[in-house]
């Protein structure tokens, strides 16, 4: 029987993660706006994309108290990149050094997530602007091998709180934690072909 | 990082940064106080620019990639990517861009040409580049130049979208039909289109262009930018739209909204309302200078 995955699609990449959650058999229904989020489903992608753009048409078009309940309830859900950010309870801003593609990226401003229900604290920008994004292969956290990794203008897992575990770290920052039904990654599965990532948040439904 | 990355890794990364634009509005701006604006209105991206486009084709003369500090400043005042854009065939504007750490480089008919022949080589860059095409050849030549992304050319700064639905249409119309071809058809093809064999069987192979395709040029209200949508753009791109309307930051958030659920005819009406004036703009028939025929 396929489980019935949600994908918030007000921006970003989401396609490639219906993609991806197709081939392993997932149906996938699109969220837009208020009316979609209250039909059934069983789990949420939160994709990649602009974490600001996402948040603010989760708020204005009326879908972010309904999902916040659900993620609360146990629904399982992932983010990626904008989407972790979306998740954790604390953001913070990475601030590049403008002009400058070698200035140190330092912290700015601190802010709950839209969601705020992932215990870690995330930085976003972290690796500064475009000239910043990379390619890594790192292990996994109960994955054989290692996995390829896209980090485009990513943020990185700062702080782990109570209740959140590693999952994966590059160059010794964290770039993927588990909190119960709650998956959070830095980087996009949804761009590799390796499916191992959405595998293992498809098996996390009951 | 990037000392070890190979040439085709950046592409590939350049190309991934589109992807995640994608659905997404980038908004023309020429101060921090605009890019503010835009970032809160749900802007994915900002295009720093010295003038909007309606201001460059009122203005004429020869218009140039824009001041370093003013870009700058738009980079310290949003924290979404930051485009701007240098003219055609402009090496040394484009290294410039790529000094300060800009996120992608529109090489642009909007500004004056700098080369009549020669865009630039693209590939030489570590930054990404948008660039525009009126149909699929000119789309995959600017590909094969190393084009992360490409855009319609609409006609910028007009208000009139005609344009950019002809060339989107156009696109699409030649991505159907090198689509339908036999295999052993798409070498003539390759050589009508003007443009390396291996893009054509992309296209022939998955139907749609190997990077992504924004729409751009005219764009001025909720509707303009839907009906990209539903033509196949998979963004847009707003010039002089936003901020030579009567209330920037009211029109820039509809268009988000509409961008994001473009099917929805219901909410594009609610969207669509008290807007206040929309830029008066210039019918296409009414204009000297078409951008869109520079760098073909």
């Given at each position: 029987m396929g489980k019935k995955v949600a994908v918030l699609a007000v921006q970003g990449a989401f396609v490639e993660h219906e993609r991806a959650l197709s081939k392993l058999g997932c149906e996938c229904v699109e969220l837009r706006q208020g009316p979609d989020v209250r039909q059934p489903f069983d789990a949420l992608v939160l994709p990649g994309g602009e974490s600001t753009v996402q948040a603010k048409l989760l708020r204005e078009l009326g879908m972010i108290d309904e999902l916040h309940r659900r993620i609360a309830d146990g629904m399982p859900v992932m983010g990626t990149c904008a989407g972790l950010i979306l998740l954790a309870k604390t953001v913070e801003e990475g601030v590049p050094g403008a002009g400058d593609p070698t200035a140190e990226v330092v912290g700015g401003a601190v802010a709950p997530g839209?969601?705020?229900?992932?215990p870690v604290t995330v930085r976003r920008n972290a690796y500064g602007r475009q000239l910043g994004s990379f390619h890594a292969k790192a292990p996994f956290s109960d994955i054989e091998g290692d996995v390829p990794m896209t980090f485009i203008r990513a943020p990185y897992i700062a702080e782990v709180h109570e209740g959140a575990t590693p999952l994966a770290t590059v160059d010794g920052r964290i770039v993927a934690v588990r909190a119960g039904n709650q998956l959070g990654v830095a980087?996009?599965?949804?761009?590799?072909?390796?499916l191992r990532i959405h595998e293992l948040f498809v098996s996390l439904i009951g | 990082m990037s000392e070890s990355q190979t040439a085709t890794e950046r592409v590939a990364l350049n190309r991934q940064l589109a992807q995640m634009l994608k659905g997404g509005v980038i908004m023309d701006v020429t101060t921090p106080e605009q890019a503010h604006i835009a970032e809160e209105a749900g802007a994915c991206a900002v295009m720093a620019l010295e003038r909007i486009p309606a201001d460059i084709r009122a203005a004429g003369g020869v218009s140039r990639m824009s001041d370093p500090k003013m870009i700058k400043g738009i980079q310290e005042a949003v924290s979404i990517p930051v485009m701007a854009k240098c003219r055609i065939g402009h090496f040394v504007e484009a290294q410039v861009l790529q000094a300060i750490d800009i996120d992608y480089i529109d090489e642009s008919e909007v500004l004056s040409p700098a080369d009549d022949t020669f865009h630039i080589d693209k590939t030489q860059f570590n930054v990404p580049f948008v660039c525009g095409a009126r149909d699929l050849g000119e789309a995959l030549r600017r590909v094969a130049e190393g084009a992360t992304m490409i855009r319609t050319?609409?006609?910028?700064?007009?208000?009139?979208v005609v344009q950019a639905v002809r060339h989107m249409r156009m696109m699409n119309a030649e991505i159907r039909r090198v689509q339908n071809l036999r295999t052993d058809e798409l070498f003539e093809a390759a050589k009508q289109l003007q443009v390396p064999v291996d893009l054509v069987k992309y296209v022939h192979e998955?139907?749609?262009?190997?990077v992504v395709n924004f729409a751009a040029g005219g764009v001025a209200t909720p509707a303009d930018a839907a009906l990209m949508m539903q033509l196949g753009a998979e963004g847009v791109f707003v010039g002089s739209g936003i901020f030579k309307s009567g209330n920037p930051a009211k029109r820039a958030q509809a268009i988000v909204k509409a961008v994001a659920n473009y099917t929805d005819a219901k909410l594009i009406a609610e969207l669509s309302e008290d807007l206040g004036e929309a830029m008066v703009g210039i019918n296409e028939n009414e204009i000297a200078l078409l951008m869109a025929e520079r760098g073909k």
């Open positions: 839209a969601f705020g229900t992932l980087f996009h599965p949804e761009l590799d072909d390796d | 050319k609409g006609e910028p700064g007009t208000g009139d998955n139907g749609k262009l190997p």
